[in-house]
């Protein structure tokens, strides 16, 4: 019952972020809203970390199974995909070393911050 509850909670705020995304006229997706909030929510005490982490660490794990829809329209779409197949490769490669660097550059001054701070938080 308490994975129901779980994931119930982290449902009920994606479909408060898609309400925001039909409210708002802005060209945000859905899903940011719903981070955000979920983030507000987290920083600001309104939700503890424990009232969701069972279920957030099991979607986290399964995450890769979830993206196999989206690979199976990529396969349908082969024929519009395969004129442009150059180019869409190094978009992707070039994004994914951009996207590993700021990530790494964050992590880095995440983790710099903690020891300046002295805090041990994980």
Not at 95 to 113: E, H, K
Request: hydrophobic share 55%; charged share 15%.
């Amino acid at each position: 019952m308490k994975y129901l509850k779980q994931f119930g909670i982290i449902l009920a705020i994606s479909c408060l972020g898609e309400l925001l995304s039909l409210l708002l006229p802005l060209p945000v997706p859905a899903s940011i809203y719903g981070i955000v909030i979920l983030f507000v929510c987290l920083q600001s005490g309104l939700l503890k970390l424990a009232s969701i982490r069972e279920t957030s660490v099991f979607l986290i794990e399964i995450m890769p199974i979830l993206f196999l829809p989206a690979a199976v329209g990529l396969l349908e779409a082969w024929d519009v995909l395969k004129p442009n197949l150059l180019p869409i490769a190094v978009i992707t490669a070039v994004s994914t070393f951009v996207v590993m660097g700021a990530a790494g550059l964050v992590t880095q001054a995440v983790i710099r911050r903690g020891k300046k701070g002295g805090e041990d938080h994980v």
